[in-house]
């Protein structure tokens, strides 16, 4: 039975001379605080009046107390050097065949920069040469600028020949990079090359901004408010709504319909809201008079089924992942997100004997054999 993790980082917490892939953006860069302070709430931030806006250490004031006790860095995840024979030597031990490797902390800061599409060009040749000496097993996914279609086809084509067998999908400022929603037929042409190029598209929690225009005015400085604290939560509650947004334009807009193999990934986006998703998705895709026909012959339900995945994450709160597997056991995959600090070493582990109890079938589906089948469907099948 092979393991496939579907969701892992590449963290460099050191760059040799002219290694770092925004080096020429450097100056455009928020310092290491405030791009921190960006990633988790840049969205949020961003709709409030500039004189209304905390600073990162306000902002952040448990990451700043932690950094003081201890006198380190004020930094989120704990610091990893990543390599691929470090990589390897993990998977083995933990019993992993396949990773699928995002880009680390350092992709944050393509959105700061004025020229994306050079930046994550750069990024794809960065990653693809971190792992090039086991580019048979960690397998790099690709960041893109989707304001432009054919450039985006062009540097997926350009990912693919460097051994990326993934892409990113993301949202800016709460709509569609570029105005075009991706359920558009504009972007038929990005959909073809993904599945032709043998290319999974992922949706990764850190990518779904959101536009709280308004609705970050919550009064965070005002006496008797939640405070900083309510503010920071605020800033987590939108990525799952853009999430479905990419999903239900992909369904609805006949994504799905027109490119049958296509797979998108969800990844750190829980997993308890997902049997409801699909079953408000089928009875919506159901012929009815408010409604009208359906257009496809296949229904909505079967096109989520066939091309939508989603990896549920205990040390994130997902403890009711087994239960989602075992409701949609040909949806789910495995990921351990190492070596952040919501994943965990020993990910197989983690689930202990409730694994073991999973209907055998569907316990090979979780661990390895759907995402096998995603890139068989499409006939570039992981070695």
């Known amino acids: 039975m092979s393991v496939i993790d579907v969701d892992t980082h590449w963290e460099s917490t050191t760059f040799e001379p002219g290694e770092y892939p925004l080096?020429?953006?450097?100056?455009?860069?928020?310092?290491?605080?405030?791009?921190?302070?960006?990633?988790?709430?840049?969205?949020?931030?961003?709709?409030?009046?500039?004189?209304?806006?905390?600073?990162?250490?306000?902002?952040?004031?448990?990451?700043?107390?932690?950094?003081?006790?201890?006198?380190?860095?004020?930094?989120?995840?704990?610091?990893?050097?990543?390599?691929?024979?470090?990589?390897?030597?993990?998977m083995n031990h933990v019993g992993i065949d396949h990773c699928l490797v995002n880009p680390g902390g350092y992709f944050e800061s393509v959105n700061h920069v004025d020229d994306r599409a050079r930046a994550v060009s750069r990024c794809n040749d960065y990653l693809a040469d971190q792992l090039s000496g086991h580019i048979d097993r960690l397998h790099p996914v690709a960041l893109l600028d989707l304001s432009d279609v054919e450039a985006a086809v062009a540097e997926l084509e350009r990912a693919r020949r460097l051994g990326h067998r993934a892409?990113?999908?993301?949202?800016?400022?709460?709509?569609?990079?570029?105005?075009?929603?991706?359920?558009?037929?504009?972007?038929?042409?990005?959909?073809?090359?993904?599945?032709?190029?043998?290319?999974?598209?992922?949706?990764?929690?850190?990518?779904?901004?959101?536009?709280?225009?308004?609705?970050?005015?919550?009064?965070?400085?005002?006496?008797?408010?939640?405070?900083?604290?309510?503010?920071?939560?605020?800033?987590?509650?939108?990525?799952?709504?853009?999430?479905?947004?990419?999903?239900?334009?992909?369904?609805?807009?006949?994504?799905?319909?027109?490119?049958?193999?296509?797979?998108?990934?969800?990844?750190?986006?829980?997993?308890?809201?997902?049997?409801?998703?699909?079953?408000?998705?089928?009875?919506?895709?159901?012929?009815?008079?408010?409604?009208?026909?359906?257009?496809?012959?296949?229904?909505?339900?079967?096109?989520?089924?066939?091309?939508?995945?989603?990896?549920?994450?205990?040390?994130?709160?997902d403890d009711d992942a087994l239960d989602v597997v075992t409701q949609l056991p040909d949806m789910c995959s495995f990921s351990s997100d190492y070596p952040h600090q919501e994943g965990n070493v020993e990910p197989i582990a983690l689930y202990g004997n409730a694994l073991d109890r999973l209907d055998p079938d569907a316990r090979s589906r979780f661990l390895g054999a759907n995402v096998l089948d995603c890139f068989a469907r499409m006939g570039d099948p992981l070695a």
Not at 31 to 55: K, N, S, V
Not at 247 to 260: D, K, Q
Not at 278 to 295: N, Y
């Open 23 to 90: 080096a020429p953006w450097a100056d455009q860069i928020p310092a290491p605080l405030d791009a921190l302070a960006l990633a988790i709430a840049g969205d949020l931030l961003r709709a409030l009046p500039p004189d209304r806006r905390p600073d990162a250490r306000t902002l952040l004031p448990n990451l700043v107390a932690r950094a003081e006790e201890r006198g380190g860095p004020i930094i989120l995840h704990p610091r990893h050097e990543s390599s691929a024979s470090e990589r390897v030597t993990w």
């Open 167 to 317: 892409f990113i999908l993301y949202t800016d400022d709460g709509g569609p990079p570029g105005g075009v929603s991706p359920g558009h037929p504009a972007f038929d042409r990005l959909w073809s090359a993904a599945t032709s190029l043998g290319m999974v598209a992922v949706i990764h929690i850190g990518n779904t901004k959101a536009n709280f225009a308004g609705w970050a005015n919550i009064g965070w400085d005002e006496p008797g408010s939640a405070g900083i604290a309510g503010l920071v939560r605020l800033a987590n509650t939108q990525r799952l709504h853009l999430a479905q947004n990419l999903i239900v334009a992909l369904l609805y807009g006949g994504v799905f319909a027109r490119h049958p193999t296509l797979t998108v990934m969800l990844e750190e986006m829980r997993v308890g809201w997902l049997p409801w998703f699909v079953k408000s998705c089928k009875r919506q895709s159901m012929s009815s008079p408010a409604l009208g026909d359906w257009p496809w012959d296949v229904s909505g339900e079967e096109m989520l089924h066939r091309g939508l995945r989603a990896t549920p994450l205990p040390g994130s709160g």
